[in-house]
Protein backbone atom coordinates (compact mmCIF):
# COMPACT_ATOMS: atom_id res chain seq x y z
CA UNK A 1 0.00 0.00 0.00
CA UNK A 2 1.42 3.47 -0.84
CA UNK A 3 3.19 5.88 2.17
CA UNK A 4 -0.13 7.86 3.62
CA UNK A 5 0.68 11.60 2.97
CA UNK A 6 0.35 14.69 4.95
CA UNK A 7 -1.03 14.76 8.86
CA UNK A 8 -3.24 11.55 8.20
CA UNK A 9 -1.09 8.93 10.24
CA UNK A 10 -1.67 11.64 13.20
CA UNK A 11 -5.13 12.31 12.43
CA UNK A 12 -5.81 9.08 13.02
CA UNK A 13 -3.81 8.74 15.84
CA UNK A 14 -5.66 11.50 17.40
CA UNK A 15 -8.72 9.16 16.86
CA UNK A 16 -7.43 6.31 18.73
CA UNK A 17 -6.14 8.33 21.73
CA UNK A 18 -9.56 10.46 21.98
CA UNK A 19 -12.27 7.70 20.84
CA UNK A 20 -10.77 4.21 20.47
CA UNK A 21 -8.60 3.68 22.80
CA UNK A 22 -11.70 3.01 25.45
CA UNK A 23 -12.82 0.13 23.51
CA UNK A 24 -8.99 -1.39 23.39
CA UNK A 25 -10.42 -4.94 24.85
CA UNK A 26 -12.94 -5.19 22.37
CA UNK A 27 -10.35 -4.28 19.85
CA UNK A 28 -7.73 -6.85 20.79
CA UNK A 29 -10.49 -9.38 20.36
CA UNK A 30 -11.13 -8.15 16.73
CA UNK A 31 -7.20 -8.47 16.22
CA UNK A 32 -7.55 -11.93 17.45
CA UNK A 33 -10.12 -12.88 15.11
CA UNK A 34 -8.31 -10.65 12.30
CA UNK A 35 -5.18 -13.38 13.23
CA UNK A 36 -7.29 -16.26 12.75
CA UNK A 37 -8.29 -15.15 9.65
CA UNK A 38 -5.25 -14.17 7.77
CA UNK A 39 -3.76 -18.03 9.51
CA UNK A 40 -6.53 -19.63 7.69
CA UNK A 41 -6.09 -17.59 4.45
CA UNK A 42 -2.64 -18.64 4.49
CA UNK A 43 -3.47 -22.07 4.81
CA UNK A 44 -5.84 -22.60 1.47
CA UNK A 45 -2.89 -22.61 -0.86
CA UNK A 46 -0.54 -25.53 1.34
CA UNK A 47 -3.80 -27.59 1.45
CA UNK A 48 -4.70 -27.17 -2.60
CA UNK A 49 -0.83 -28.13 -2.73
CA UNK A 50 -1.11 -31.05 -0.65
CA UNK A 51 -4.33 -32.43 -2.37
CA UNK A 52 -2.86 -32.41 -5.48
CA UNK A 53 0.44 -33.96 -4.54
CA UNK A 54 -1.77 -36.37 -2.71
CA UNK A 55 -3.55 -37.40 -6.20
CA UNK A 56 -0.36 -37.61 -7.70
CA UNK A 57 0.46 -40.50 -5.15
CA UNK A 58 -2.68 -42.11 -5.26
CA UNK A 59 -2.93 -41.28 -1.45
CA UNK A 60 -6.11 -42.58 -0.49
CA UNK A 61 -6.11 -41.39 2.89
CA UNK A 62 -5.93 -38.30 2.25
CA UNK A 63 -9.51 -38.65 0.22
CA UNK A 64 -10.43 -39.05 3.65
CA UNK A 65 -8.91 -36.36 5.95
CA UNK A 66 -8.74 -33.74 3.31
CA UNK A 67 -12.23 -32.52 3.36
CA UNK A 68 -12.47 -32.69 7.10
CA UNK A 69 -9.34 -30.28 7.11
CA UNK A 70 -10.78 -27.81 4.65
CA UNK A 71 -14.17 -27.48 6.30
CA UNK A 72 -12.56 -26.82 9.58
CA UNK A 73 -10.51 -24.62 8.12
CA UNK A 74 -12.90 -22.65 5.91
CA UNK A 75 -15.34 -22.92 9.45
CA UNK A 76 -12.45 -20.93 11.60
CA UNK A 77 -12.39 -18.07 8.90
CA UNK A 78 -15.87 -17.83 8.69
CA UNK A 79 -16.72 -17.52 11.97
CA UNK A 80 -14.31 -14.90 12.40
CA UNK A 81 -14.70 -13.10 9.82
CA UNK A 82 -18.57 -13.02 11.80
CA UNK A 83 -17.16 -11.75 14.38
CA UNK A 84 -14.71 -9.72 13.51
CA UNK A 85 -17.58 -7.58 11.29
CA UNK A 86 -20.10 -7.65 14.53
CA UNK A 87 -17.02 -6.20 16.62
CA UNK A 88 -15.99 -3.72 14.49
CA UNK A 89 -19.28 -2.46 13.16
CA UNK A 90 -20.61 -2.35 16.92
CA UNK A 91 -17.12 0.13 18.01
CA UNK A 92 -17.23 2.25 14.45
CA UNK A 93 -20.82 2.73 15.15
CA UNK A 94 -20.25 3.59 19.19
CA UNK A 95 -17.05 6.03 18.27
CA UNK A 96 -19.61 7.82 15.52
CA UNK A 97 -22.36 8.66 17.93
CA UNK A 98 -19.54 9.84 20.40
CA UNK A 99 -17.62 12.12 18.16
CA UNK A 100 -21.20 13.63 16.50
CA UNK A 101 -22.40 13.78 20.24
CA UNK A 102 -18.93 15.66 21.50
CA UNK A 103 -19.07 17.57 18.10
CA UNK A 104 -22.80 18.92 18.63
CA UNK A 105 -21.94 19.66 22.47
CA UNK A 106 -19.00 21.77 21.11
CA UNK A 107 -21.05 23.74 18.98
CA UNK A 108 -24.17 24.35 21.32
CA UNK A 109 -20.66 25.50 24.00
CA UNK A 110 -19.72 27.47 21.06
CA UNK A 111 -19.56 31.48 20.71
CA UNK A 112 -22.02 33.43 19.01
CA UNK A 113 -19.20 34.95 16.67
CA UNK A 114 -17.97 31.55 16.29
CA UNK A 115 -21.34 30.06 14.91
CA UNK A 116 -21.89 32.46 12.82
CA UNK A 117 -19.00 32.19 10.33
CA UNK A 118 -21.08 29.34 8.73
CA UNK A 119 -24.80 28.80 8.32
CA UNK A 120 -26.63 25.82 10.63
CA UNK A 121 -27.12 23.70 7.41
CA UNK A 122 -23.21 23.81 6.76
CA UNK A 123 -22.78 22.67 10.27
CA UNK A 124 -25.59 20.11 9.98
CA UNK A 125 -23.75 18.77 7.01
CA UNK A 126 -21.21 18.21 9.13
CA UNK A 127 -23.17 15.50 10.79
CA UNK A 128 -23.88 13.69 7.43
CA UNK A 129 -21.42 13.98 4.69
CA UNK A 130 -18.00 13.76 6.58
CA UNK A 131 -19.19 11.44 9.25
CA UNK A 132 -19.96 9.49 5.94
CA UNK A 133 -16.21 9.42 5.49
CA UNK A 134 -15.33 8.75 8.79
CA UNK A 135 -17.16 5.93 9.69
CA UNK A 136 -15.99 4.57 5.80
CA UNK A 137 -12.18 5.15 7.03
CA UNK A 138 -12.82 3.59 10.14
CA UNK A 139 -14.43 0.71 9.14
CA UNK A 140 -11.79 -0.13 6.10
CA UNK A 141 -8.86 0.27 9.00
CA UNK A 142 -10.31 -2.53 10.57
CA UNK A 143 -11.85 -4.85 7.62
CA UNK A 144 -8.90 -3.86 4.87
CA UNK A 145 -6.29 -2.44 6.30
CA UNK A 146 -5.74 -4.91 9.15
CA UNK A 147 -7.73 -8.15 8.44
CA UNK A 148 -6.23 -7.93 4.61
CA UNK A 149 -3.12 -6.99 5.77
CA UNK A 150 -3.32 -10.44 7.85
CA UNK A 151 -4.34 -12.16 4.73
CA UNK A 152 -1.39 -10.97 3.26
CA UNK A 153 0.72 -12.08 5.52
CA UNK A 154 -0.53 -15.51 5.65
CA UNK A 155 -0.55 -15.82 1.69
CA UNK A 156 2.93 -14.39 1.19
CA UNK A 157 4.68 -16.66 4.05
CA UNK A 158 2.67 -19.52 2.08
CA UNK A 159 4.31 -18.05 -0.88
CA UNK A 160 7.56 -17.66 0.48
CA UNK A 161 7.52 -21.29 1.99
CA UNK A 162 6.11 -22.95 -1.60
CA UNK A 163 8.74 -20.65 -3.70
CA UNK A 164 11.30 -17.40 -2.62
CA UNK A 165 12.32 -17.02 -5.47
CA UNK A 166 9.12 -16.60 -7.56
CA UNK A 167 7.66 -14.68 -4.69
CA UNK A 168 10.62 -12.26 -5.24
CA UNK A 169 9.99 -11.73 -9.41
CA UNK A 170 6.14 -11.08 -7.85
CA UNK A 171 7.28 -8.36 -5.57
CA UNK A 172 9.06 -6.34 -8.47
CA UNK A 173 5.83 -5.03 -9.67
CA UNK A 174 4.71 -3.26 -5.98
CA UNK A 175 6.87 -0.53 -6.20
CA UNK A 176 6.00 0.55 -10.08
CA UNK A 177 1.90 0.57 -8.51
CA UNK A 178 2.85 2.31 -5.44
CA UNK A 179 4.46 5.38 -6.85
CA UNK A 180 1.10 6.01 -8.61
CA UNK A 181 -1.25 5.75 -6.12
CA UNK A 182 0.36 7.75 -3.38
CA UNK A 183 -0.07 10.48 -5.77
CA UNK A 184 -3.96 9.35 -6.84
CA UNK A 185 -4.22 9.71 -2.98
CA UNK A 186 -2.42 13.24 -2.40
CA UNK A 187 -5.22 14.60 -5.22
CA UNK A 188 -7.91 12.87 -3.76
CA UNK A 189 -7.53 14.83 -0.47
CA UNK A 190 -7.61 18.36 -2.08
CA UNK A 191 -10.60 17.35 -3.77
CA UNK A 192 -12.24 15.71 -0.97
CA UNK A 193 -11.45 18.95 1.43
CA UNK A 194 -13.11 21.13 -1.44
CA UNK A 195 -15.70 19.04 -1.84
CA UNK A 196 -17.18 18.81 1.67
CA UNK A 197 -17.04 22.91 2.06
CA UNK A 198 -18.71 23.36 -1.24
CA UNK A 199 -21.80 20.65 -0.10
CA UNK A 200 -22.04 22.72 3.36
CA UNK A 201 -22.27 25.82 1.19
CA UNK A 202 -24.89 24.02 -1.09
CA UNK A 203 -26.58 22.61 2.30
CA UNK A 204 -26.38 26.35 3.86
CA UNK A 205 -27.85 27.76 0.08
CA UNK A 206 -30.92 25.15 0.01
CA UNK A 207 -31.86 26.02 3.57
CA UNK A 208 -31.84 29.37 2.91
CA UNK A 209 -33.68 29.76 0.09
CA UNK A 210 -36.74 27.37 1.40
CA UNK A 211 -36.69 29.91 4.90
CA UNK A 212 -37.26 33.09 2.62
CA UNK A 213 -39.15 31.40 0.17
CA UNK A 214 -42.03 33.71 1.21
CA UNK A 215 -40.05 36.64 -0.05
CA UNK A 216 -38.85 34.51 -2.81
CA UNK A 217 -42.31 34.22 -4.47
CA UNK A 218 -43.37 37.61 -3.73
CA UNK A 219 -40.43 39.28 -6.09
CA UNK A 220 -40.41 36.60 -8.43
CA UNK A 221 -37.22 34.92 -7.33
CA UNK A 222 -37.99 31.49 -8.18
CA UNK A 223 -35.59 31.56 -11.22
CA UNK A 224 -32.83 33.43 -9.90
CA UNK A 225 -32.95 30.84 -6.75
CA UNK A 226 -33.14 27.73 -8.90
CA UNK A 227 -30.26 28.55 -10.84
CA UNK A 228 -28.26 29.43 -8.21
CA UNK A 229 -28.64 26.11 -6.42
CA UNK A 230 -28.22 24.32 -10.06
CA UNK A 231 -25.00 25.93 -10.12
CA UNK A 232 -24.46 24.83 -6.74
CA UNK A 233 -24.89 21.03 -7.61
CA UNK A 234 -23.40 21.04 -10.86
CA UNK A 235 -20.27 22.39 -8.88
CA UNK A 236 -20.24 19.92 -6.59
CA UNK A 237 -21.08 17.48 -9.30
CA UNK A 238 -17.70 18.41 -11.19
CA UNK A 239 -16.32 17.73 -8.22
CA UNK A 240 -17.43 14.50 -6.96
CA UNK A 241 -16.50 13.69 -10.89
CA UNK A 242 -13.28 15.04 -10.42
CA UNK A 243 -12.76 12.58 -7.01
CA UNK A 244 -14.62 9.84 -8.97
CA UNK A 245 -12.02 9.76 -12.00
CA UNK A 246 -9.13 9.33 -9.54
CA UNK A 247 -10.48 6.49 -7.77
CA UNK A 248 -11.32 5.33 -11.41
CA UNK A 249 -7.18 5.13 -12.00
CA UNK A 250 -6.26 2.82 -9.47
CA UNK A 251 -8.27 0.14 -11.33
CA UNK A 252 -5.67 0.02 -14.27
CA UNK A 253 -3.05 0.61 -12.59
CA UNK A 254 -4.10 -2.55 -10.04
CA UNK A 255 -5.07 -4.65 -13.12
CA UNK A 256 -1.99 -4.32 -14.98
CA UNK A 257 0.51 -4.71 -12.02
CA UNK A 258 -1.13 -7.63 -10.82
CA UNK A 259 -1.68 -8.76 -14.23
CA UNK A 260 2.23 -8.59 -14.51
CA UNK A 261 2.84 -10.84 -11.38
CA UNK A 262 0.62 -13.31 -12.51
CA UNK A 263 2.35 -13.41 -16.11
CA UNK A 264 5.92 -13.66 -14.70
CA UNK A 265 4.73 -16.28 -12.77
CA UNK A 266 2.64 -18.24 -14.95
CA UNK A 267 5.76 -18.57 -17.00
CA UNK A 268 8.44 -19.37 -14.55
CA UNK A 269 6.61 -21.99 -12.81
CA UNK A 270 4.83 -23.48 -15.84
CA UNK A 271 9.05 -23.96 -17.53
CA UNK A 272 9.79 -25.37 -13.90
CA UNK A 273 6.84 -27.92 -13.97
CA UNK A 274 7.16 -29.11 -17.92
CA UNK A 275 10.90 -29.43 -16.50
CA UNK A 276 10.04 -31.81 -13.52
CA UNK A 277 11.70 -29.41 -10.97
CA UNK A 278 8.17 -28.69 -9.57
CA UNK A 279 5.00 -31.32 -9.65
CA UNK A 280 1.37 -30.00 -10.50
CA UNK A 281 0.44 -29.42 -6.83
CA UNK A 282 3.14 -26.61 -6.54
CA UNK A 283 2.09 -25.18 -9.51
CA UNK A 284 -1.53 -25.02 -8.35
CA UNK A 285 -0.78 -24.09 -5.09
CA UNK A 286 1.07 -20.95 -5.81
CA UNK A 287 -0.74 -20.12 -8.28
CA UNK A 288 -3.96 -20.46 -5.85
CA UNK A 289 -1.79 -18.12 -3.37
CA UNK A 290 -1.55 -15.49 -5.86
CA UNK A 291 -4.59 -15.67 -7.10
CA UNK A 292 -6.01 -15.33 -3.49
CA UNK A 293 -3.43 -12.60 -2.73
CA UNK A 294 -5.02 -10.58 -5.57
CA UNK A 295 -8.01 -9.56 -3.60
CA UNK A 296 -6.31 -8.20 -0.54
CA UNK A 297 -3.84 -6.35 -2.47
CA UNK A 298 -6.06 -4.72 -4.35
CA UNK A 299 -8.52 -3.57 -1.37
CA UNK A 300 -5.28 -2.06 0.01
CA UNK A 301 -4.49 -0.21 -2.96
CA UNK A 302 -7.66 1.43 -2.93
CA UNK A 303 -7.61 1.93 1.19
CA UNK A 304 -5.28 5.10 0.43
CA UNK A 305 -7.92 6.93 -1.73
CA UNK A 306 -10.38 6.55 1.22
CA UNK A 307 -8.10 7.19 4.13
CA UNK A 308 -7.49 10.76 2.30
CA UNK A 309 -10.84 11.25 1.79
CA UNK A 310 -11.44 11.08 5.86
CA UNK A 311 -8.47 12.68 6.92
CA UNK A 312 -9.88 16.05 4.64
CA UNK A 313 -12.74 15.41 6.59
CA UNK A 314 -11.16 14.89 9.98
CA UNK A 315 -9.21 17.51 9.91
CA UNK A 316 -12.36 19.87 9.45
CA UNK A 317 -13.67 17.56 12.80
CA UNK A 318 -10.48 18.50 14.92
CA UNK A 319 -10.04 22.07 13.60
CA UNK A 320 -13.57 23.14 14.82
CA UNK A 321 -13.30 21.02 17.99
CA UNK A 322 -9.88 22.38 18.97
CA UNK A 323 -11.44 26.50 18.78
CA UNK A 324 -12.01 27.18 22.42
CA UNK A 325 -14.85 29.32 22.96
CA UNK A 326 -13.80 32.89 24.05
CA UNK A 327 -16.26 33.34 26.46
CA UNK A 328 -14.93 31.42 28.99
CA UNK A 329 -15.65 30.84 32.57
CA UNK A 330 -12.45 32.21 34.57
CA UNK A 331 -11.06 29.43 36.72
CA UNK A 332 -11.78 31.37 40.07
CA UNK A 333 -15.23 32.57 39.32
CA UNK A 334 -17.53 33.11 41.93
CA UNK A 335 -21.71 32.65 41.61
CA UNK A 336 -23.53 36.16 41.47
CA UNK A 337 -24.37 37.46 44.43
CA UNK A 338 -28.46 38.39 44.94
CA UNK A 339 -28.66 41.88 45.30
CA UNK A 340 -31.10 44.61 43.68
CA UNK A 341 -29.88 44.28 40.21
CA UNK A 342 -28.67 47.54 39.24
CA UNK A 343 -26.46 47.00 35.50
CA UNK A 344 -23.18 49.63 35.18
CA UNK A 345 -21.61 50.35 31.72
CA UNK A 346 -18.25 51.41 32.66
CA UNK A 347 -15.98 52.89 29.75
CA UNK A 348 -17.33 49.77 27.44
CA UNK A 349 -15.69 49.27 24.22
CA UNK A 350 -16.86 46.36 21.59
CA UNK A 351 -16.53 45.58 18.14
CA UNK A 352 -17.47 42.99 16.47
CA UNK A 353 -14.56 42.99 13.74
CA UNK A 354 -11.31 44.80 14.01
CA UNK A 355 -12.91 47.50 11.05
CA UNK A 356 -16.48 47.83 12.67
CA UNK A 357 -16.42 49.09 16.28
CA UNK A 358 -19.90 49.00 17.50
CA UNK A 359 -19.63 50.48 21.21
CA UNK A 360 -17.31 53.33 22.20
CA UNK A 361 -16.84 54.70 25.60
CA UNK A 362 -20.05 53.86 26.97
CA UNK A 363 -20.62 54.99 30.59
CA UNK A 364 -24.01 53.98 31.76
CA UNK A 365 -25.93 53.13 34.82
CA UNK A 366 -29.24 51.17 34.95
CA UNK A 367 -30.90 51.61 38.09
CA UNK A 368 -31.98 48.47 40.20
CA UNK A 369 -36.18 47.78 39.20
CA UNK A 370 -36.13 50.45 36.63
CA UNK A 371 -37.33 49.90 32.94
CA UNK A 372 -34.36 51.75 31.06
CA UNK A 373 -35.27 52.27 27.28
CA UNK A 374 -32.75 51.99 24.48
CA UNK A 375 -33.51 54.03 21.21
CA UNK A 376 -31.98 54.90 17.87
CA UNK A 377 -31.60 54.38 14.42
CA UNK A 378 -30.42 51.00 13.58
CA UNK A 379 -26.80 49.99 14.21
CA UNK A 380 -26.65 52.30 16.94
CA UNK A 381 -25.21 49.83 19.23
CA UNK A 382 -28.62 48.94 21.17
CA UNK A 383 -28.44 45.09 20.55
CA UNK A 384 -24.76 45.25 21.58
CA UNK A 385 -25.36 46.73 24.68
CA UNK A 386 -27.71 43.68 25.80
CA UNK A 387 -25.75 41.31 24.53
CA UNK A 388 -22.87 41.90 26.99
CA UNK A 389 -25.29 41.68 29.78
CA UNK A 390 -25.46 37.77 30.00
CA UNK A 391 -21.83 37.72 28.23
CA UNK A 392 -23.38 36.21 24.87
CA UNK A 393 -20.16 38.79 24.04
CA UNK A 394 -17.25 40.12 25.91
CA UNK A 395 -16.50 43.52 26.04
CA UNK A 396 -13.28 45.17 24.29
CA UNK A 397 -12.39 47.31 26.77
CA UNK A 398 -14.16 48.66 29.90
CA UNK A 399 -16.09 46.15 32.00
CA UNK A 400 -19.90 45.48 33.10
CA UNK A 401 -20.77 44.78 36.37
CA UNK A 402 -24.59 43.69 38.23
CA UNK A 403 -24.75 44.91 41.53
CA UNK A 404 -20.53 46.22 41.15
CA UNK A 405 -19.79 42.43 40.35
CA UNK A 406 -18.01 42.21 36.87
CA UNK A 407 -19.67 39.72 34.58
CA UNK A 408 -16.27 38.22 33.70
CA UNK A 409 -15.40 36.91 37.33
CA UNK A 410 -19.01 35.70 37.56
CA UNK A 411 -20.09 32.03 36.96
CA UNK A 412 -21.54 31.58 33.85
CA UNK A 413 -24.77 29.79 35.05
CA UNK A 414 -25.18 31.76 37.85
CA UNK A 415 -25.16 34.85 35.76
CA UNK A 416 -27.59 33.54 32.71
CA UNK A 417 -30.25 32.28 35.45
CA UNK A 418 -30.39 36.20 36.65
CA UNK A 419 -31.35 37.00 33.15
CA UNK A 420 -34.52 36.97 30.90
CA UNK A 421 -34.12 37.23 27.72
CA UNK A 422 -37.34 37.87 25.42
CA UNK A 423 -37.18 39.08 21.83
CA UNK A 424 -38.80 39.55 18.30
CA UNK A 425 -37.61 36.82 17.18
CA UNK A 426 -39.24 34.02 19.47
CA UNK A 427 -36.91 30.90 19.51
CA UNK A 428 -39.89 28.44 20.09
CA UNK A 429 -38.32 24.14 19.71
CA UNK A 430 -39.94 21.54 18.32
CA UNK A 431 -41.41 20.03 21.22
CA UNK A 432 -44.98 20.80 23.73
CA UNK A 433 -45.73 24.12 24.56
CA UNK A 434 -45.48 23.14 27.93
CA UNK A 435 -42.02 21.76 27.58
CA UNK A 436 -41.25 25.24 25.56
CA UNK A 437 -42.30 27.10 28.47
CA UNK A 438 -40.89 24.91 31.41
CA UNK A 439 -37.17 25.78 29.51
CA UNK A 440 -37.54 28.63 31.46
CA UNK A 441 -36.69 26.59 34.71
CA UNK A 442 -36.22 23.19 34.55
CA UNK A 443 -38.08 20.85 36.58
CA UNK A 444 -41.24 22.96 37.03
CA UNK A 445 -44.25 21.69 37.74
CA UNK A 446 -47.56 21.73 35.61
CA UNK A 447 -49.16 23.73 37.93
CA UNK A 448 -46.48 26.56 37.51
CA UNK A 449 -46.23 26.31 33.83
CA UNK A 450 -49.56 26.96 33.78
CA UNK A 451 -49.25 30.21 36.49
CA UNK A 452 -46.45 31.06 34.14
CA UNK A 453 -48.94 30.85 31.33
CA UNK A 454 -51.68 32.84 33.08
CA UNK A 455 -49.80 35.25 33.63
CA UNK A 456 -48.58 35.70 29.55
CA UNK A 457 -52.20 35.91 28.36
CA UNK A 458 -51.13 32.55 26.84
CA UNK A 459 -53.72 30.08 28.81
CA UNK A 460 -56.35 30.78 27.02
CA UNK A 461 -55.40 29.94 23.42
CA UNK A 462 -53.45 26.94 24.60
CA UNK A 463 -56.34 25.39 26.45
CA UNK A 464 -58.51 25.75 22.89
CA UNK A 465 -55.11 23.85 21.44
CA UNK A 466 -56.05 20.18 20.43
CA UNK A 467 -53.67 18.62 23.27
CA UNK A 468 -53.42 21.90 25.02
CA UNK A 469 -50.58 21.95 27.15
CA UNK A 470 -49.26 18.40 24.98
CA UNK A 471 -49.39 20.49 21.79
CA UNK A 472 -46.65 20.25 19.07
CA UNK A 473 -45.50 23.22 17.92
CA UNK A 474 -43.95 22.46 15.47
CA UNK A 475 -40.15 23.42 13.88
CA UNK A 476 -39.68 26.75 15.05
CA UNK A 477 -43.12 26.75 16.49
CA UNK A 478 -44.50 26.90 13.13
CA UNK A 479 -47.79 25.78 14.24
CA UNK A 480 -48.73 28.60 16.33
CA UNK A 481 -49.26 32.14 14.85
CA UNK A 482 -46.76 35.06 15.58
CA UNK A 483 -48.60 36.44 18.73
CA UNK A 484 -49.00 32.74 20.06
CA UNK A 485 -45.26 32.39 19.68
CA UNK A 486 -44.70 35.64 21.57
CA UNK A 487 -46.62 34.79 24.53
CA UNK A 488 -45.22 31.23 24.84
CA UNK A 489 -42.12 32.43 25.41
CA UNK A 490 -43.40 35.50 27.55
CA UNK A 491 -43.98 32.52 29.83
CA UNK A 492 -41.13 30.55 29.70
CA UNK A 493 -39.64 34.31 31.11
CA UNK A 494 -42.47 34.76 33.72
CA UNK A 495 -41.58 30.72 35.11
CA UNK A 496 -38.05 31.97 35.18
CA UNK A 497 -38.44 34.44 37.17
CA UNK A 498 -34.95 36.34 37.16
CA UNK A 499 -34.28 39.94 38.33
CA UNK A 500 -32.68 41.33 35.30
CA UNK A 501 -35.21 41.23 31.56
CA UNK A 502 -34.09 41.90 28.18
CA UNK A 503 -36.33 43.13 25.69
CA UNK A 504 -35.20 43.36 22.55
CA UNK A 505 -38.74 44.98 20.35
CA UNK A 506 -41.07 42.28 21.44
CA UNK A 507 -43.97 43.23 20.03
CA UNK A 508 -42.78 44.92 16.86
CA UNK A 509 -43.88 42.13 14.68
CA UNK A 510 -47.60 41.50 15.69
CA UNK A 511 -50.95 42.49 15.02
CA UNK A 512 -52.91 45.67 17.19
CA UNK A 513 -54.82 42.70 18.95
CA UNK A 514 -51.47 40.63 19.21
CA UNK A 515 -49.38 43.62 20.37
CA UNK A 516 -51.98 44.66 23.05
CA UNK A 517 -52.15 41.20 24.68
CA UNK A 518 -48.42 40.61 24.69
CA UNK A 519 -47.96 44.62 25.80
CA UNK A 520 -50.14 43.99 29.05
CA UNK A 521 -48.45 41.08 29.85
CA UNK A 522 -44.88 42.80 29.60
CA UNK A 523 -45.90 45.40 31.66
CA UNK A 524 -46.77 42.60 34.30
CA UNK A 525 -43.60 40.86 33.82
CA UNK A 526 -41.63 43.79 33.86
CA UNK A 527 -43.00 45.21 37.37
CA UNK A 528 -40.31 45.07 40.05
CA UNK A 529 -37.32 44.00 37.55
CA UNK A 530 -34.39 45.76 36.15
CA UNK A 531 -35.41 45.79 32.40
CA UNK A 532 -33.65 46.92 29.54
CA UNK A 533 -35.54 47.35 26.87
CA UNK A 534 -34.75 48.17 22.64
CA UNK A 535 -37.47 50.24 21.55
CA UNK A 536 -38.01 51.12 17.83
CA UNK A 537 -41.18 52.98 18.00
CA UNK A 538 -40.87 55.72 20.67
CA UNK A 539 -44.67 55.35 21.61
CA UNK A 540 -44.02 51.89 23.30
CA UNK A 541 -41.24 53.75 25.64
CA UNK A 542 -43.08 56.79 27.06
CA UNK A 543 -43.56 55.84 30.58
CA UNK A 544 -39.66 54.47 30.87
CA UNK A 545 -38.02 55.58 33.87
CA UNK A 546 -34.61 56.49 31.77
CA UNK A 547 -34.75 56.56 27.75
CA UNK A 548 -31.23 56.55 26.24
CA UNK A 549 -30.47 57.88 23.12
CA UNK A 550 -27.42 56.00 21.25
CA UNK A 551 -26.43 57.23 17.71
CA UNK A 552 -22.95 55.75 15.95
CA UNK A 553 -21.90 53.07 18.88
CA UNK A 554 -22.26 56.05 21.42
CA UNK A 555 -24.23 57.29 24.12
CA UNK A 556 -26.27 61.12 23.15
CA UNK A 557 -28.58 61.48 25.53
CA UNK A 558 -30.10 60.23 28.71
CA UNK A 559 -33.54 61.47 30.20
CA UNK A 560 -37.25 61.07 30.58
CA UNK A 561 -39.68 61.00 27.74
CA UNK A 562 -41.33 64.86 28.31
CA UNK A 563 -37.68 65.87 29.73
CA UNK A 564 -36.14 65.01 26.33
CA UNK A 565 -38.53 66.29 24.37
CA UNK A 566 -38.38 70.03 26.11
CA UNK A 567 -35.17 69.62 25.09
CA UNK A 568 -34.84 69.59 21.06
CA UNK A 569 -32.68 66.41 20.38
CA UNK A 570 -32.16 63.51 19.19
CA UNK A 571 -34.67 62.04 21.17
CA UNK A 572 -36.76 65.11 20.01
CA UNK A 573 -36.27 64.71 15.82
CA UNK A 574 -36.52 60.76 16.22
CA UNK A 575 -40.01 61.01 17.71
CA UNK A 576 -41.41 64.09 14.97
CA UNK A 577 -39.59 61.70 12.21
CA UNK A 578 -42.40 58.65 13.74
CA UNK A 579 -45.33 61.22 13.98
CA UNK A 580 -44.51 62.41 10.65
CA UNK A 581 -44.04 58.66 8.91
CA UNK A 582 -47.39 57.96 11.46
CA UNK A 583 -50.74 57.23 9.10
Known amino acids: MARLKGDTIPLLMRVWREWLSPHRGTLAVVLLLIALVGASTGLYPALIKAAFDAFDHKDSAALAYGPLVVILVTSVRGFSLFGQTVLTNRVVTRVEADMQAALYAHLIDADLAQLGRESPAAFTQRFTTDFAFIKEALTRISTVLLRDVAMLVGLV ?8 VLTLVAAVTVPFVAG ?15 TQEQMGAMASLISESLQGVRVAKTYAMEGYLKGRARDALNEVRRLKMKAANARGRLDPLLEVGGGLAVA ?19 FTGYVAALLLAAQPARALGTLNAILQEAAAALRRYFDLMDEAPRIRQAPDAVPLSAGPG ?16 ALE ?14 VGRSGSGKSSLLNLV ?13 DGQDVRALTIPSLRAAVAVVSQEVTLFDDTVAANIGFGRPGSTQAEIEAAAEAAAAHGFIAKLPEGYDFRVGPGGGRLSGGERQRVSLARAFLKDAPILLLDEATSALDSESERLVQGALTRLMRGRTTLVIAHRLSTVREADLIVVMEAGRVIETGRHDDLIAAGGAYARLHRMQLSDAP
Open 157 to 164: AALIWMDP
Open 361 to 374: GIDLTVPAGSTTAL
Open 390 to 402: PRLYDVGGGRVTI
Open 180 to 194: PIGRIGKKLRRVSTT
Open 342 to 357: EIRYEAVRFRYREDAP
Open 264 to 282: AVLMLVGQRVMSGERTVGD
